[in-house]
């Protein structure tokens, strides 16, 4: 039996459960996963959007490539809260394989206290 976090020889785990490599996938699951990654662009680029103003078409095309989910998860939540877009652009260079959001420019309340 295969105890929770642990992986069948060759598989990797994500959040507790196996994850398949994309040849065990199945189509369904292939289009399912694309689907949810294109999701994930579109909501980026739309708290971009929102924020800032119009993306630049290299930034989409960047963003485009990304294949991570996780990543792209991440993104969205630096794009929400991130105070620049200048700031935006540093983070979308250095996020590959970062994951926490720390420091004071992501602390809503610090920016609201040095407006008053």
Do not use: C, W
């Amino acid at each position: 039996m295969v105890k929770y976090g642990e992986a069948h020889k060759g598989e990797s785990v994500r959040g507790g459960y196996p994850v398949m490599n994309s040849q065990e996938q199945t189509p369904f699951l292939q289009k399912l996963r694309a689907e949810a990654l294109e999701t994930d662009r579109n909501d980026l680029l739309a708290v971009l959007a929102l924020r800032f103003g119009a993306v630049p078409e290299k930034m989409e095309n960047q963003i485009a490539g990304i294949q991570d989910g996780a990543r792209l998860e991440r993104l969205v939540l630096v794009a929400a809260n991130v105070p620049t877009f200048a700031e935006f652009q540093t983070e979308l260079q250095q996020s590959i394989g970062s994951f926490k959001i720390v420091g004071e420019m992501y602390n809503p309340l610090s920016r609201m206290e040095s407006q008053s």
